[in-house]
């Protein structure tokens, strides 16, 4: 097929997407603790022929109020880059794209960590970059205070020039302000060359970054709007770094509900959001606006003036607009945005979902998605036997793997 | 008797006696008797027998541990192992009975690895090809922190189902530092300070969950009890870890740790970290001098010698054969014996078609396959503090 066609990656997330997933009554609630899971995820995502699997992380708890935290599934699972080498034995296409921090890791050994995972996949492996924004990770290694934004992003762009210079086998021995490293990389590159960098950052410092370094970005964005201007934005980036639009692929995140009529998804959805507590909803909505006492403003009014946080700068902008623009009080707030954590909701059947992405894709807002689904494993199931299908038929997708690696995959060059 | 020595009704199943009952009393491990506890008081519990052989047990017909180490670096100009090489002689070793595999990836004196693999992800694609073997992964204190180490070992533990154990040193390599942004390197004092803290805190944070502190619970929506988390709130001269570990308990409470390339002065920390010591000495009479010592030590320190494992190195040279192996084993006086193997398809051919049948001939391999790593060296579950 000669004609554009979309990338899908599977984002794993324990229980599912959904911050009351794990109650659904067929969710698979010790999914944090049972490697079968996620096998049998990676294998349905790689049968419906998707790009990658994808794992989000934190070196910490997400939640600091443990009360709150008991009532999610979020507070234990694997550490990805040891989950992802273990699917890479029991999976032989899909791409294998771990998160790992800039702020709590050396480069050379994470460029160890993530050439071993390419070669035991077979050229595979991608590495998220990201800089760690929560104080409660901060704390697990020795920081009394998070550093400043900016802080963290020069020493990503350092990570990350570093990490690729490694990879990419460019002169031995670095002496810089955050790190040094005298050795060539001591693992030989996988027959993609490199993993494949991704970046999810959507503030000014962030899609700088990406623009320089990364292959993928992740982002969230609610409407076409908003998709669009941040797709054209980031293209229009590339080439101050000497790069063509082509060489990034953007995905934005999708959080989809498929049934086989709209009302049966609609109440699909329903049923999950009636299992999310008050409580838990606006401590999540808290900490994606980076305060800690959202709470004691009373729950049916309006989110209060806020202070420009030094945690996700872009994220808290973005919630910050949803609520104006909807007139939403708190309580709505925070049960809207705890189905898909701010990303974009679709609800619907397999044709409406599909016109959906193809909408964006097509009109230039997305080279591909990043699939959420709400719960683990009912919502990828149906992703995969009703969407995929569908994206197959209008040609938006592929019904087979073109090559072996995620570079394949993904259409990316090998890096010289 | 304690909760968690009950929790998998194992404790009576285990072929070594305990001196003592343990408790966890007052916030922390109490030993007593069958008439109640008694004071955790220096020179160890009481005992009758205070030998350094009463701690090796009888000598016949006790089991001979075999664990074979595969250091995957190879020199350059070689070819290295692939992965479906790895991976073969893993399952063949496991089919023999091989109680564990130690994995490392960067030669004795630091030189650059030409293998495509790091072992910390190479144990954990192992883990899901296998089933009873022991996966033991090197991992270095300078290139990690201790908190991103110890969810990687929790994690590697739940994945194989209580298969897995860390090989840490606390002797600094040389070249190491350089690539971890630590050009000055550390004054080998400070890196076992620092190795020590390091071990300390994974230890700490792998216990930050009780065994019930999940419940799963849909209908209540509490998915586990806060009361069972706990902080490991940890500041020490090098790292401060408040914690708790965002891995749940792992199977064997505590993956392995397992302790090599130590020199005299890491007997005493050793002697009440380690689950298993692995002696790198020439002489039989050396290896037997240093698994009595720290066994003794671990006595003196409060600590059940019997809960400490010590296997002695040997190459798994062409001109070793089982009869000298079992001699070397039962001169050492250890629980068992270490084969380096060297990273060459045609050396692990040798090994697992001429030496493991011999060393099977001569009692090596017969542990009775346990679910867990720790289990197989009949060691019991490890909730000391």
Redo the contacts between chains.
Sequence with gaps: MSARQMKLGLFLWATGHHIAA????D?H??A??D?DHY?ALARTAEAAKFDMVFCED????REAN??I?????R?????P???L??L???TERIGLVSTASTS???P??LA??F???D??SGGRAGWNLVTSASP?EA????ATGLRPHADRYERAREFAAVITGLWHRKAAGY?GE???????L???P?PQGAPVMVQAGASDDGKDLAARTADVVFSAAQTFEDAKAFYDDLKGRLAAYGRRPDDVKIMPGVAPMVAATKAEAQAKYDALQE?I?DDVGVALLSSYLSISDLGRYPIDGPLPELPESEGMKSRQALVIEQARRDGLTIRELARYFAGARGHWRVVGTAEQIADELQARFEGGAADGFNVMPSWFPGELDAFAALVVPELQRRGLFRKDYEGRTLREHLGLKRPV | MGVLANRQGTQQQRNIQEPCGKRWLAGKWQLGGPLGPVALRKGGPRLVARTAADFRGSRMGRIMHLAVSLDIASATGQTSLTFAEIDGFVRKAEAAGVDMVVISDSGPNGEPSTSPFEATTLIAALATATEKIGLVASASTLAHQPYTLARRFASLDIISHGRTGWNVTTAQNPREAANFSRPEGFSDDDFRRRAREFINIVRLLWISWEHDALLFDKASGRFHDPDKMHLANFTGEFFSVRGPLNVARSPQDRPLLVMSGLAETEFDFASRRADLVLLDKREPSDARAACDEIKRRAYDAGRDPMTIRVLTVADARPERDGGILEALCRSSGCDGIVLAVQPRAAALEDFVERLLPELKRHGFAETQPGKTLRDRLGLGEDGRP
């Design positions: 794990w109650r659904h009554p969710a609630v010790t944090g603790i490697i096998i934190a070196a910490g708890l443990v009360q935290a008991s009532q999610t599934s507070s234990i699972g694997f550490e880059i040891s989950l080498s273990a890479a034995a029991q709590y890791n050396e050379y050994a160890r960590m050439a071993s995972l070669n035991l409660i704390a697990n290694f020795g002496d955050s790190f040094s490293v005298r050795d060539p001591d693992i030989p996988s299992l507590p």
